[in-house]
């Protein structure tokens, strides 16, 4: 698919400096390319007139950012140490099993690629799973399997928080790279385990 420079020069004039739009031009390409390829990189460069090298830098930074093509579902397993204790390294290595992959693999199909993840800031839900960056909360072995397996077949269970439908890891990219996809208000935003110790301050307990 072709990169849309007038949506790219929509993006950059969000910001009062061009430099600025680097990631959310970054997440576009993904948007189109499912990666961030080469040709992306040069765009980005020659729209906001700087060095190339720049934008593969942050491009490298950042894990979001993935430099060869990744599945259409694309699964994170916290394995930090309490998602970890909690049953995300047997979450981690149970997939791996299951869809014969190993970390940053992907499937033959090219359904859903496979990695290990830093905290997701979710730890009273843990162990977490993502798919496409949307939360699967207090996961086990077989509810794990049961996502990538619904992956695969086109039919994955909605996310425990969010949207009531997982997209696309493309469909995602575009949303982080600014643009509404008019989901950002379904599902569960903050779940009770979050809110709990609001609740009991207010409680005055």
């Known amino acids: ?9 929509t993006i950059i004039k969000r910001y009062p400096r061009s430099r600025s739009a680097i990631m959310p031009l970054l997440h576009y390409v993904q948007s189109v390319s499912g990666y961030v390829t080469n040709e ?10 700087i060095e190339t090298a720049e934008v593969s830098a942050v491009a490298t930074f950042y894990t979001q950012y993935k430099r060869k093509p990744v ?13 970890a204790v909690m049953g995300g390294d047997a979450i981690f290595s ?4 299951h869809l014969g992959v190993e970390n940053d693999g992907v499937t033959a ?23 496409n960056w949307e939360f699967y909360d207090n996961q086990t072995v077989e509810s794990a399997k049961a996502l990538v397996d619904g992956a695969r077949a086109g039919n994955p269970p909605a996310p425990t928080r969010g949207p009531k439908k997982l997209v696309t890891y493309k469909e995602a990219s575009a949303v982080l790279a600014g643009l509404d996809d008019g989901l950002a208000r379904e599902g569960v935003q903050a ?10 301050s207010k409680e005055g307990k």
Do not use: W
């Open 71 to 83: 599945g259409e579902y694309h699964v994170g397993v916290c394995t930090n140490t309490l998602c």
């Open 109 to 131: 199909d090219g359904k859903v690629s496979l990695e290990h993840i830093e905290c997701n800031a979710a730890c009273d839900y843990a162990p977490v799973v993502m798919a």
């Open 94 to 97: 149970a997939l791996k099993d």
């Open 191 to 200: 779940g009770q385990a979050t809110l709990l110790g609001l609740k009991l």
């Open 40 to 49: 992306g990189i040069e765009t980005i460069a020659e729209l906001l007139v």
């Open 1 to 9: 698919m072709t990169l849309d420079r007038d949506l790219m020069q």
